[in-house]
């Protein structure tokens, strides 16, 4: 009876436990929240307290239990892990889900805890003012910040990099300052929070540093008449009239042995304030020899150059020797012509053999008409092989004398000396102007019926033809737009009986000493948390001339324009920017590209998103990268976590840029990417990263002419471009805009796409055709690849993403890019195809050594396209000398042709030294030098097939 009780008594003591044990166990709506609202991006506070809790601990909480933030705002930033005290600190706006854990219960979730903000992303808008005020250089920077907790502090730094790191600047309560110069600015305006945003601002002087430069006319024998220009300090183009501003210039006269420099105390004899080129045409006394031109220009800036009237407007004769249109010999005669414009006319001429006793050929007139003075005087003489004298004697009565000769062998051959190019009239990308001479000539050339014009180019024939403007002496010609290449021009002649000659003539490949038109239209956007924001646009480009931006809403109107780029308070809109160069001829320059600033309540997009495995060559490595686009409120947030986990880590913070990569992936793995902006929300996307497969120009038709065109290669955030056409480099945009397309830019496009940090490169190829205007582009090859076999043949790999009218392929073979042997056809899979095919070849019987193959792809017209060479080495050996080091004086080099290759050694000191061969097989050469080597190093030089290389030689004691 005791036992039953003591068991009784135990239970009994045991259940109460149990019960005071549960009943110590909260329920969620025992646990009332608090919460403090956020004054700045992330400092909200949540408390949670339960009433039995605070009878326990006097309202610290029970040190058991673990309070955990299970769910809260999408953008994240708060904490995950648990903690022992019941309150939440540094947290975001947003509703929050907390779960409070205590040994022996079960877990409870107090939900829907709200934190509230009054923090006002801050927001800021920069301007400039003032520019070149009271002459000076620079401007004033105005800073106006809004939102934010105060106190609003400002900085200011002369850098072109927005993400300057923001403890190297200065902060103070001004919100402006002045910047005594130009260049990029940035403005950056932190409030109490820490938060801080940035404006980039360019400060750019209204107006260009300028020189003066002049031609003129003699009006009579005291007078000229000055036609004056303004030409750039920085790239010697001309200013373009009206001018911006007022420029001041002020002439100074100096005796014919002074220094270039204004005397002490001297008065200018002529001063003009400028606001346009029609300023500086005006009447200068001949008896002003020698002067200086100061100028002045809206900035303040000055130069000051100095000029010799007799010298730099001195009469020329512009001869010319120029046959007729049969063989230039004793029977028949010749042209020769004079330029009037610098001479007092009216006037008379003289020309007389230069052989013996100078019997006079010709004699005539002139006066100062207008086509003389522009096209000049014909005088047609009789052939003569000694040559000429010519004597001009003016209205004034002064006489010039001149010797012309005859040029030695002379017939009706015209040759074109390219002798200059420069970007004067370029509008299209990778072209040039080109200024050539001619020499030879043809009967009635300079008729005011002749013309010159080109009619063919590296592609085929022009049409329209392109006219060539004559220049000055008449026997020099430019042509505008012209990219490299060889072309063929054809002289056009009024006189009876002469049919038009042709000539050819070279435009040089692009070089910094020759270069091509460049341009790139780039822009960003800075948008705010209250729906407005800035675009900041910048048209990079070497045209030498101003460019106006016109910003355009999405509604069609021209909402503002200016030279800065640089344009504020907009409101959420898409918006198209026109980017206008004013060029020197009538071909005007503009380029447009659109930008959105979102609205108040935008998430963040990712306009772009692609995952790509890396590539070592043609292998695949073991990670690979993300590319983005962004657009939004920024700076952003970037987070990654493996798809499907939700296990985030951030990658950066504080990103600013539009384009952003992220590397060292692990191949095809799937990733999930949460991006958010400054206004707090989130976007999430999912990427994998898998193989690039080959590429292809976005095009699929062929141009018009006279009709816009843009060719355009496939986008990828961050990477590169570069364009060729047939061979020369033109362009490092994505996109070539043709405005408009002309057949002179027919050819073939190559583009290579190399994606960041040197990931993968493609190539893609377009053969543009006018002359099949709105039909689709030829063969489209996308990858050529030969590789040598196990067992050693060649196998040729190609692949097209398009083909139309495609008739065969030809494979070609060759040893050393001379001698070229074709070695098979491979017949179109489908010759009016729009889709691609996969094509191999092999090459049972290669050569020994290095071998280039090449595809040519043939159409049923016949044309054909040749592609790059691909290098395949068939050895049993690698490249290489041995022994090495070389102990006996005796070494052999292993080649492709011994009996052909090249062979020099060289010493330390650059000298060759002689060395004796002797063939050991087919493909090694034995060497030894004819003169004992002392011990060293030295370089054996291979040239063979080609190809160049080197080998380190030691020569042991």
């Not at 940035?186 to 002087?205: H, I, L, M, S």
């Not at 003009?272 to 303040?300: E, M, W, Y």
């Not at 012309?404 to 002798?419: C, K, Y």
Request: hydrophobic content about 35%; charged content about 10%.
């Amino acid at each position: 009876m005791k036992k039953a009780l003591r068991m009784l008594l135990g239970l009994w003591l045991v259940a109460g436990s149990l019960n005071r044990s549960w009943a110590q166990c909260p329920a969620a709506s025992s646990y009332a929240t608090s919460t403090t609202a956020a004054t700045c991006p992330s400092n909200g506070v949540i408390q949670l307290t339960n009433p039995a809790d605070v009878a326990v601990s006097g309202g610290r909480g029970v040190p058991e239990a673990v309070y955990t933030i299970t769910a809260g705002p999408a953008g994240g930033g708060y904490q995950t892990t648990g903690q022992s005290a019941n309150q939440f600190q540094g947290l975001p706006p947003g509703t929050y889900t907390v779960t409070v854990s205590k040994p022996g219960c079960p877990d409870v979730v107090v939900s829907g805890i709200t934190v509230n903000t009054t923090y006002t992303p801050i927001s800021l808008i920069a301007t400039v003012s003032n520019i070149c005020a009271n002459g000076q250089p620079g401007g004033t920077i105005n800073a106006s910040a809004s939102g934010g907790l105060a106190p609003i502090q400002y900085a200011f730094v002369q850098s072109p990099n927005a993400n300057i790191a923001d403890n190297l600047l200065t902060y103070g309560p001004a919100s402006s300052t002045a910047t005594g110069g130009y260049g990029l600015f940035q403005v950056r305006a932190k409030d109490g929070c820490g938060v801080f945003t940035t404006n980039t601002v360019d400060v750019e002087p209204i107006a260009k540093p300028a020189y003066f430069t002049f031609d003129g006319t003699a009006k009579d024998c005291q007078t000229y008449g000055i036609k004056g220009n303004l030409s750039s300090t920085s790239d010697n183009q001309s200013v373009s009239s009206p001018y911006v501003g007022t420029y001041t210039l002020e002439f100074f006269d100096i005796t014919a042995t002074n220094p270039c420099a204004i005397p002490g105390g001297a008065t200018p004899f002529k001063t003009i304030q400028a606001t346009s080129q029609s300023d500086l045409n005006f009447d200068l006394a001949k008896t002003h020899g020698k002067f200086v031109v100061r100028t002045t220009g809206p900035c303040g800036d000055v130069t000051t150059f100095c000029y010799d009237l007799a010298s730099t407007l001195a009469p020329i004769v512009a001869f010319r020797t120029a046959p007729s249109c049969q063989q230039f010999n004793g029977t028949n005669g010749t042209d020769i012509q004079l330029k009037t414009g610098y001479f007092a006319g009216p006037g008379s001429i003289t020309i007389s053999s230069a052989g013996p006793g100078n019997p006079v050929l010709a004699t005539g007139t002139f006066s100062q008409t207008a086509t003389e003075t522009t096209r000049g005087v014909v005088f047609p003489v009789a052939y003569d092989p000694q040559g000429y004298l010519a004597q001009v004697t003016d209205a004034c009565g002064v006489v010039y004398s001149y010797t012309i000769t005859t040029p030695p062998g002379a017939g009706d051959a015209v040759t074109a000396d390219v002798f200059y190019t420069n970007l004067e009239c370029a509008n299209q990308i990778g072209a040039k102007q080109t200024w050539f001479k001619l020499t030879g000539g043809v009967k009635g050339l300079f008729d005011s019926g002749s013309s010159v014009q080109v009619v063919a180019g590296p592609s085929g024939p022009i049409s329209p033809a392109i006219q060539a403007f004559p220049i000055g002496d008449l026997d020099i010609y430019k042509v505008r737009n012209l990219p490299p290449g060889t072309y063929t021009a054809q002289i056009n002649t009024s006189t009876t009986g002469c049919g038009p000659t042709s000539f050819t003539f070279a435009v040089p490949p692009n070089s910094p000493s020759s270069p091509g038109l460049t341009y790139n239209l780039t822009g960003s956007v800075q948008a705010f948390c209250g729906g407005t924001g800035s675009l900041a646009i910048s048209f990079n480009w070497n045209g030498g001339t101003d460019v106006t931006y016109t910003v355009t809403n999405s509604s069609g109107q021209a909402i503002a324009s200016n030279t800065s780029g640089v344009f504020t308070n907009l409101p959420a809109d898409t918006y198209t920017v026109t980017a206008s160069a004013t060029t020197y001829c009538d071909n005007n320059f503009t380029q447009t590209k659109t930008f959105t600033i979102p609205g108040p309540n935008s998430v963040p997009v990712i306009e772009k998103k692609v995952g790509i495995i890396c590539e070592n060559g043609n292998t695949a490595t073991a990670t690979g990268q993300a590319l983005f686009r962004f657009t939004g409120f920024a700076p952003y947030q970037f987070e990654i976590s493996p798809s499907g986990t939700n296990s985030w880590s951030t990658i950066a913070t504080g990103i600013t840029a539009s384009d952003y990569v992220v590397s060292n992936l692990a191949a095809n793995a799937t990733y999930d990417f949460r991006l958010t902006d400054n206004c707090g929300k989130s976007t999430v996307t999912t990427v994998s990263i898998k193989p690039l497969d080959a590429q292809t120009v976005e095009n699929t038709l062929n141009p018009c002419n006279g009709q816009n065109y843009t060719l355009s290669a496939a986008d990828f955030p961050g990477a590169t471009y570069s364009w060729t056409k047939d061979g020369n480099p033109i362009s490092t945009n994505r996109e070539i805009t043709f405005s408009p397309y002309q057949s002179i830019n027919n050819g073939q496009y190559v583009v290579t796409i190399t994606l960041p940090q040197g990931c993968v490169v493609r190539t893609s190829t377009a053969n543009l055709n006018s002359g099949n205007c709105g039909g689709p582009l030829p063969v489209n090859l996308i990858a050529f690849d030969a590789k040598l076999l196990a067992d050693q043949t060649v196998q040729l790999d190609w692949v097209t993403a398009s083909e139309q009218n495609n008739a065969y392929f030809e494979l070609e073979r060759s040893k050393d890019l001379v001698a070229i042997e074709p070695i098979g056809r491979v017949m179109a899979a489908e010759g009016k195809a729009l889709s691609g095919h996969n094509y191999r070849y092999v090459d049972t019987q290669p050569q020994w050594g290095t071998s280039y193959y090449r595809l040519r792809q043939v159409d049923q017209s016949g044309a054909s396209v040749a592609y790059p060479w691909q290098v395949v080495v068939i050895r049993d050996e690698a490249y290489g000398v041995m022994p090495n080091p070389v102990l006996d004086q005796r070494f052999s080099v292993s080649l492709d042709e011994p009996q052909t290759a090249k062979v020099q050694l060289f010493g330390a000191d650059g000298r060759q030294i002689s060395l004796d061969r002797n063939a050991l097989s087919s493909h090694r050469l034995e060497l030894r030098p004819s003169s004992v080597l002392p011990a060293g190093v030295y370089v054996l030089l291979v040239e063979e097939r080609g190809q160049s290389r080197s080998h380190r030689l030691i020569v042991a004691p």
